[in-house]
């Protein structure tokens, strides 16, 4: 049968069918207007109406088509290409409707869909098929059987084999948001935005004259499927991500949850009211409100109907007040969190009053300093006492040189073999020659005179014969003698220095230790120097006689020298430096050496009134900048450091003190030293103790959060710092789009390319709630533990700078339908509204294929659960944290929202 007989035969087909449904509306008599027959007229004018456009376009085309050799094939092959173009692009729109409507979610395994196991690409697939199946439906109808004529010629077509024919190549876009947040910016590398789809097929070009085939090959077609629906989809599963787990609506459920803490507990520090510091209650809205600020961050726009409902239970008035009471503007709705969290408390003024105060305050040194300096036995004299102990102490020895004369041997005539001789020893008493004081580098001389004595021993020897037993037996026989031999030796004893105000300063926050020794000059004479006193916080000049380390030349030669001297004259031969002494208990002998303590506390005492006066934590370090307590003890830590560091040359004033590689005596040294160490000694104490507070917060929160816990809490209340300000909800607002590349860089050559996107946003339920009469209303869970009671912790326990609690909450839900429309691009045309908007939906529900009717697969809500946490730090002296409900508060059914 030819492709004519076909022709005729559906023809026939066509005019039967109809001919019966002509019959069947216009015979329809079972209502009073005949609904069917308006469907009939409307969809019969719409067609007739896309008819007419279509001949519409083929003339402008036409028109403008110039006479440059052109056959009447090509052209018809040309008009056939740009209307399958278009059919395909139908197709498209067509498949990304019906796939934002019902997208699969959790697909079925055994689908033809699941190639790869992709959800994305399981849906891509399944676009593919739809297309394929439109497509199919279109050229049968228009592209078959010689349906398509032009000029005297047919275009027939043949269809794609299978869906897996077509290809789909995503087209990548930026978003432009005029609300942007300030962490945690959605988008970072774009969104698919549009697919461009293509397909082979075969085109048959047929004379009608003749029947003869004048054109015969393989083209490929390709549209730009002009339907948002991947960015639609692309914006959804950000958002679905970003509001589970550790992501941005943890950080902003903690900002909002930190604000609502810090209110109601500074008040409660002071007053007693609120009872609970946090509730479950005031979570539910926190988490309504931080589920909508994220839908403006991602899509520029909220559920106005959510924010309603949001706006009513937060402020604890109807819906319709609620309503009557929202103003937008310029698209937006301002909320100030901290008035929201003030009002909570039921006491606005006080709360925001105190609330103010503790932003406001300041710390510094003053505890640290006071600990340093308490009492006569403090830190502080104990260092002065060692510091001028050593100034004041020196290291010497004793030089010995010895010079012999001529030993006397004892007469030994007659003896004159040598068989060794005694130890010597004094044969009198040493005589002492000489005394010499200083001169040059010694201290002082001796010189002795001692003889000495030993017994030395010779003989002779001869040979004496005796007869024994008749035998002749000689043998050598000797003589002995012991006779005294003298020597006269003089020993001379030198006094010199081996070290002299020997001390190594270490400084515990530079990290070095610094031994300063032989650097005070002319340590061993008395002098008068000249050095600023401060008494009554008033400079004094004094003139004070430091005897320096004079008097230790006389106690060692009292003491050691003389106690040790005759051991040294009466040891013969003995030379080299054999006696030291160390004067390591400190020697400060007149009543002249004890300024030095005096004014060294003195200045201690006014770095101490200066670092005071000068010195405290910047306004910006606060529990709003700093959410968590160890970050803001450690900036406190940074922030004085930084601030004595600044000062540091002038408290020390090193300058005043050592000059020329010298200190001008020991007393000025013992000033100095103790500068130099308590300026330092003060920035590792704070540094010490801010950073152990801070230590001991942080392994208490992990030790009752678990480490991830606490780390993910800290992490979200650190991000959640930067939008402590006032928070917006927009509605609508309108975003540019441009193209980018895979890894979002705009794209070279299409920069000039940008559209308008605004999304429409519809989420049911209106507003998450926690606690309803009807189990199946309740999309939301939560649970806050007070994880250090009603009382809180005090940190350090020792010495508690601060009372600190934190709070663990959890979190989990789910949105049962959430819609997000493309409100500026109705692209599916409507026979009846003329065209709809691309929509994506998630709700709960199985998905059908409509190709097969068999189930491929579910859509599914969006859900979300994380688990975050709140804390606060309040001054030492009262206890803080809730005190009614329990440390557990738990909502109905949490654990089974599914």
Excluded at 196 to 223: C, F, H, K, Y
Excluded at 849 to 875: C, E, L
């Amino acid at each position: 049968m030819g492709m004519e007989d076909d022709k005729a035969e559906m023809g026939q087909v066509i005019t039967a069918r109809v001919r019966r449904a002509y019959e069947r509306f216009t015979c329809d008599d079972t209502a009073r207007i005949p609904f069917a027959l308006i469907g009939h007229i409307l969809l019969i004018t719409a067609v007739g109406t896309s008819i007419a456009i279509n001949r519409m376009d083929v003339r402008a085309a036409g028109s403008m088509t110039l006479d440059t050799g052109i056959t009447a094939p090509d052209s018809a092959l040309l008009y056939a290409e740009a209307d399958l173009a278009r059919a395909l692009n139908y197709a498209g729109m067509d498949a990304l409707k019906k796939l934002g409507e019902t997208p699969v979610i959790v697909p079925v395994n055994s689908s033809e869909y699941n190639t790869t196991g992709s959800v994305e690409e399981f849906n891509m697939n399944w676009a593919k098929a739809m297309m394929n199946r439109s497509l199919f439906l279109y050229l049968e109808s228009n592209y078959m059987y010689d349906s398509f004529v032009y000029k005297g010629y047919t275009v027939n077509v043949k269809p794609p084999g299978h869906w897996s024919d077509f290809k789909l190549h995503r087209v990548r876009t930026k978003l432009n948001r005029p609300l942007e947040p300030p962490v945690l910016a959605p988008g970072d590398s774009g969104y698919d935005t549009y697919w461009l789809a293509s397909v082979p097929m075969r085109v048959e070009v047929r004379s009608t004259d003749t029947g003869r085939v004048v054109m015969d090959r393989n083209i490929t077609v390709s549209t730009l499927v002009t339907s948002r629906y991947p960015m639609l989809r692309d914006l959804t599963s950000e958002y679905g991500e970003r509001i589970n787990g550790t992501n941005a609506a943890m950080a902003e459920v903690t900002a909002i949850a930190n604000a609502y803490t810090w209110a109601r507990g500074y008040l409660q520090y002071y007053k007693t009211a609120p009872r609970n510091i946090v509730d479950n209650p005031g979570l539910e809205s926190i988490v309504n409100g931080a589920l909508l600020l994220d839908q403006g961050f991602v899509f520029n726009s909220v559920d106005p109907m959510s924010l309603v409902e949001y706006v009513a239970r937060s402020r604890g008035t109807s819906a319709a007040d609620a309503y009557t009471n929202t103003s937008l503007v310029n698209g937006s709705m301002k909320i100030d969190t901290r008035q929201e969290a003030f009002n909570s408390t039921g006491d606005p003024t006080n709360a925001s009053k105190f609330y103010f105060a503790e932003k406001s305050r300041s710390y510094n040194a003053s505890s640290i300093m006071d600990e340093l300096n308490n009492g006569s036995g403090s830190q502080v004299a104990n260092k002065i006492n060692e510091i001028m102990t050593a100034s004041y102490s020196a290291m010497m020895y004793t030089d010995v040189s010895r010079r012999q004369y001529d030993i006397e041997f004892g007469e030994h005539d007659g003896y004159p073999d040598d068989d060794g001789a005694s130890a010597w020893k004094p044969a009198s008493e040493p005589v002492l020659l000489n005394i010499t004081n200083r001169s040059g580098y010694m201290f002082y001389g001796e010189l002795w005179s001692i003889r000495w004595v030993r017994d030395h021993k010779w003989h002779y020897s001869y040979e004496r014969c005796d007869t024994i037993d008749s035998k002749s037996v000689c043998k050598i026989v000797r003589v002995y003698t012991i006779v005294q031999d003298y020597q006269n030796e003089n020993v001379t004893l030198r006094v010199f220095n081996s070290s002299s105000s020997d001390y190594t300063l270490h400084l515990n926050t530079a990290g070095t230790s610094n031994r300063t020794v032989n650097d005070v000059a002319d340590a061993f004479y008395t002098k008068d120097v000249l050095v600023d006193f401060i008494s009554n916080d008033t400079y004094i000049a004094i003139e004070p006689t430091d005897s320096n380390l004079e008097g230790t030349i006389a106690v060692y030669i009292g003491g050691t020298f003389n106690t040790g001297k005759m051991d040294v004259v009466k040891t013969y031969g003995l030379t080299g430096a054999t006696l030291k002494w160390d004067t390591l208990d400190g020697v400060v002998r007149t009543s002249e050496g004890k300024w030095s303590a005096e004014v060294a506390q003195a200045w201690a005492d006014e770095i101490t009134r200066r670092i005071n006066a000068e010195v405290s934590s910047n306004s910006s370090i606060n529990f709003e900048t700093y959410p968590v307590p160890s970050d803001m003890m450690r900036a406190v830590a940074s922030d004085l450091i930084n601030q004595i560091g600044t000062n540091e040359s002038d408290y020390v004033d090193k300058g005043k003190y050592y000059g020329n590689g010298s200190y001008e005596s020991a007393g000025i040294k013992t000033v100095s030293l103790v500068r130099e160490w308590y300026v330092d000694e003060v920035k590792y104490r704070i540094n010490k103790s801010y950073n152990d507070v801070a230590d001991t917060i942080d392994s208490e929160l992990d030790r009752n959060m678990s480490e991830d816990g606490a780390a993910n809490a800290k992490s979200a209340a650190r991000n959640g710092a930067k939008l402590m300000d006032s928070v917006i909800f927009p509605i609508g607002l309108t975003m540019r789009a441009y193209p980018v590349d895979s890894n979002g860089t705009a794209a070279e050559g299409l920069e000039a390319w940008s559209e308008n996107v605004t999304i429409a946003l519809d989420q049911e339920p209106d507003y998450l709630y926690m606690n309803q009469s009807n189990k199946t209303l309740i999309t939301l869970g939560v649970r806050n533990i007070n994880v250090f009671g009603p009382t809180g912790i005090p940190v350090l326990p020792t010495n508690p700078m601060v009372m600190f609690n934190a709070w663990m909450i959890e979190v989990q839900g789910k949105m049962n339908k959430f819609t997000v429309c493309d409100a500026d691009n109705e692209v599916h045309p409507n026979p009846i509204f003329g065209h709809e908007a691309q929509v994506y939906v998630r709700r709960e529900g199985e998905v059908l294929d409509p190709i097969s009717g068999r189930r491929i697969g579910y859509n599914q809500p969006i859900k979300f659960g994380f688990t975050t946490g709140t804390f606060i730090a309040v001054p030492p002296g009262k206890p803080i944290g809730d005190t009614e409900k329990g440390i557990i508060e738990t909502s109905p059914y949490f654990g089974e929202i599914k």
